[in-house]
């Protein structure tokens, strides 16, 4: 595979999911740009929009394992990373993997779960590894855990803390289909569900390589100074107390990486950081507004992006050969 290849790669992936998905504006997109970045998603929705099957339908196209966890205050960060358990017969204990072993982990409604179980996610998806009983245990590659919240239910749940939700690399928010999409929804499934006669065009290996290959992107220098003062201008409005962090910036910097080769690039425009700056930045900031803290974090981020300089010089210009 060659750089130039990811396009065609994000291009047939998208058009698969889209047999069984409606997409909501550029979610599916985004959420292309986080997977070849190799960074997480959190989904931010109301329950019913399709979080589940696109998932589903994601990890099909990729020919990769899918496993789906319903997080619930009881459940336990053994039910996740799994267990050591003792076999009689053999007089040993044995490892018993939990659901974190797969490819694509579906966190459904993430915040039901105690502050104890979700901690069990932070190491599996910083390290990508987990540690059971003193023995760390890598999980297989790729590794994408797309989580999902309710944001309108409150009562139950277990507000995630700022450490968990900067090791997600996107909060998307997709809402509900237009008009015409939730007709395209009933056409589709009126016979059938699409999903199960749907066909890998790809696979884990290929995932893979474009990850790595994403990463010879092109940076220009000025566009390196519009992340920075970006990232630091986050940190100086007066409703917030907490700007995001270095880990935040790095994050971008994968990210505006991967969308540039999606798009068929092999270098990073301003438009790219400016097109991902809300749904990459807006949930790392901690807002001194407790109310509406979604919609207060995006409103900071738009205001930013019309006040921080946008580099002018053609991001490009340092690889061109002299006349």
Known sequence: MKLGD???????????????????????????????????VLLDDVPGTGKTMTA????????????????????????ITGTNVYNQKEGI???????????????????????????????????????????????????FVI?????????????LP?????????????????TDGELKILDRFIKDDPLESLEPVTDGASLLEAQALCREVTVSDPVRQYIVSLTEATRTPQDVSLGVSPRGMLWMLRSVQARAAIHGRDYVLPDDVKALAVPVFAHRLVTRSGYAAAERSEAILRDLLRVVPVPSEDPKADEMPEA
């Open 6 to 40: 990811i396009a065609g790669l994000a291009r047939s992936i998208r058009e698969n999911v889209e047999k069984v998905i409606i997409p909501t504006g550029d979610t599916l997109d985004l959420l292309l740009t986080a997977l070849i970045a190799g960074g997480h």
């Open 162 to 178: 700022e450490a968990q939700l900067d090791r997600f690399l996107m909060r998307l928010r997709p809402g509900y289909p237009s």
């Open 147 to 159: 989580a999902t919240q309710n944001p309108v239910e409150t009562s139950g749940t277990f507000p």
């Open 56 to 79: 589903k339908a994601l990890a099909r196209s990729l020919g990769v394992l899918c496993t789906r966890v319903q997080f619930t205050p009881d459940l336990l960060p053994s039910d």
């Open 93 to 143: 204990f044995t490892f018993r993997k939990g659901p974190a072993f797969t490819n694509i982990l579906l966190a459904d409604e993430l915040n039901r779960a105690t502050p104890r179980t979700q901690s069990a996610l932070l190491e599996c998806m910083e390290e990508r590894q987990i540690t059971a009983d003193g023995e760390t245990k890598v999980l297989d590659r790729p590794f």
